[in-house]
């Protein structure tokens, strides 16, 4: 019978991972590929969606807020930044760090919605944030009409 937590499952899958892939570079010292290497590196990947779906799974405080700090909060951070950038929803009143917390805050909300056959987690959450900021970029841009002279 299997006593572990969902956390600690996803910790152990994580773990088991990067020895898979150090025991790769050590029996492929010298592979060359072709190209330029890659500058960035993804913000939401395949352990960002297990990290969540951990997270949905557990019942522990202490460990959802553990692998939230770790593997989901940076990700979402980044979600948001780039869709007020990418969609310029700039008719916020505060600085755009601010509007990005009080989007993860609500995407903390509905965190909970989210199951796989829902599709990926980037997309789920990608048009949970869009419609959220297309909504009050839309209220707030109001406003600003309406005090406008």
């Given at each position: ?26 029996e492929h ?91 990926k987690a ?28």
């Amino acid at each position: 019978m299997n006593n572990q937590s969902p956390v600690e499952l996803f910790y152990k899958l994580i773990e088991d991972k990067r020895k898979a892939e150090l025991l790769a570079i050590k029996e492929h010292k010298t592979i060359k590929r072709r190209g330029r290497p890659r500058k960035n590196k993804l913000y939401f990947t395949q352990d960002t969606e297990n990290a969540i779906i951990a997270y949905n799974n557990e019942e522990s405080d202490f460990l959802r807020n553990k692998v939230f700090n770790e593997y989901i909060h940076h990700p979402l951070f980044k979600m948001t930044e780039s869709l007020i950038h990418r969609y310029k929803f700039y008719h916020f009143d505060g600085p755009t760090q601010d509007i990005q917390y009080e989007v993860i805050a609500f995407i903390l909300e509905k965190l909970p919605k989210y199951t796989q056959d829902k599709g990926k987690a980037f997309s789920y959450f990608s048009i949970v944030a869009k419609n959220y900021l297309i909504q009050n970029n839309y209220k707030h841009y109001n406003r600003k009409k309406s005090k406008a002279p």
